[in-house]
């Protein structure tokens, strides 16, 4: 019994050490709290991929790659459309930030307002934010200006923000 419990100790003692070299961080794997449960009833089956029914910021990282339109490249595609009235309004998307590698958007009507800030989400190709009736700007990442396709009601801004990282020394 002696011995079995000194070669637990030990067995401990390595684990720990071996586990103090992994670089965690704590927050990757916390759970997202969703302001709206419409959002993350509709996110969860295509981010949840540990099948937990709830999705952590390192699920929402990294999305599942689909394939996506005609052409069937593969993207991570957030498809939330709402236009024919099918599945309940979202009202909220505050929690798109954690949603880093998402490339497609799409949200049209739902009852989405204010303003959007997507700046964090770089891989952006394409976003869909028609019959929200609310929106009044949305904020892009710069590095997108060129390849995105936006369809918005009329009257919302587009606002491309610079990251101070991206601008280039003089």
Known sequence: MKLTVISLLFAIAALTAACSEIPFDGDHYKIISFADPSFRERITPYFDANGDGYVSIHEAENGRMVPYGESGYIKVVMDCDNIDGDHTVITSVNELRYFKNVE??????????GTLDLRMLKQLDEIYFTG????QK?????????????????????????????????
């Open 138 to 170: 949305i904020i892009l990442n710069n590095s997108v200006r060129e390849t995105i396709v936006i369809e918005v009601d009329g009257g919302t801004e587009i606002e491309y923000y610079t990251d101070p990282e991206d601008e280039p020394e003089i």
């Open 104 to 113: 497609v958007l799409r949200f049209g009507g739902n009852d989405i307002s």
């Open 132 to 135: 929200n009736g609310g929106i």
